[in-house]
């Protein structure tokens, strides 16, 4: 007989996190925490940014990445792995699989941007195109999966992904001791969700927050409404963050541990993204600036705090990041 408890996914806890650092340890970058004396003379606040932009493939999703697939039993993980995306999830399952030998599979759209199919094809994996008009990717994705015995690693709803990307804020803490508030960016809430299981245990009474876009606000709603909400495709230039709700494991632990969810407007992504280049010398790519935008913009109330801010990722194709950060004329 089926157990009904059995359907409700187990949720990650700090245990995971601390497993998972142990599995990335010496494989993911132990990306530098940034200071800078412009951002904190702006906000009156002592600011830290855990620069995953830095990361290899460019973001955070190396670590939930790598660490799922290397949690899988030998005997499955030499299956090999299979995901749907055509971002940095892609990117990051790509390079992990070569990294641990595994075959991978990336689902991608047939008008994906062809420097993503490259790169994602340079790392090893083989793409498979679909066209999003008149194709289900998931039923495309589950035929493959099926027929050639491959685990599917989602980008945000997976325990160990979830786990995997807690441990930027372990990383992040170490480093800076207790802090007041940790700003995470949202999207289906990987970050968001192992950031607060990290952060939770690691700096007691910490308030963490979620940044979305102003346009794809459905982690607030749910946040407020106490269920998940979920919303059309938004339209933004945060395209990792176009997500239409949280996860069935994101959103509990969320719900949980999370003080608020904010938003910001593209323009906001903008700029913050010319203090990253001007101030900083960094390149961000939009969605991995909702966290600074939202603390160098005055949503959340940081003055003479202490504050972790996740920089999340860098991958913008350099005609974009020209272009946007670019003076108006
Ligand atoms: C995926 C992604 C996010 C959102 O992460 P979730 O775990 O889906 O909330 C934020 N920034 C960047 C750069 C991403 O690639």
Known sequence: MADPVAATPALPTFADVAAAARRIEGVAHRTPVLTSRTADAMTGASLFFKAENLQRGGAFK????????????????????????????????ALASRLLGVPAVIVMPEDAPQVKVEVTRGYGAEV?????????????????????????????????????????ALELIEETGPLDMLVACLGGGGQLAGCALAAAERSPGVAIYGVEPEAGDDGRRSFHAGRVVTIPVPRTIADGAQTTYLGQITFPIIRGRVADIVTVSDAELVETMRFFASRMKLVVEPTGCLAAAAVLHGKLDVAGKRVGIVISGGNVDIASFARLVAPAT
């Open 62 to 93: 190396f670590r939930g990445a790598y660490n799922a697939i290397a949690a899988l039993p030998d005997e499955v993980r030499a299956h090999g792995v299979i995901a749907f995306s055509s971002g940095n999830h892609a990117q990051a399952i």
């Open 128 to 168: 498979v195109t679909y066209d999003r008009y008149s194709q289900d990717r998931e039923v495309l994705g589950r035929e493959i999966a099926q027929a050639r015995g491959l685990t599917l690693i989602p980008p945000y709803d997976h325990p160990e992904v979830i786990a995997g990307q807690g441990t930027l």
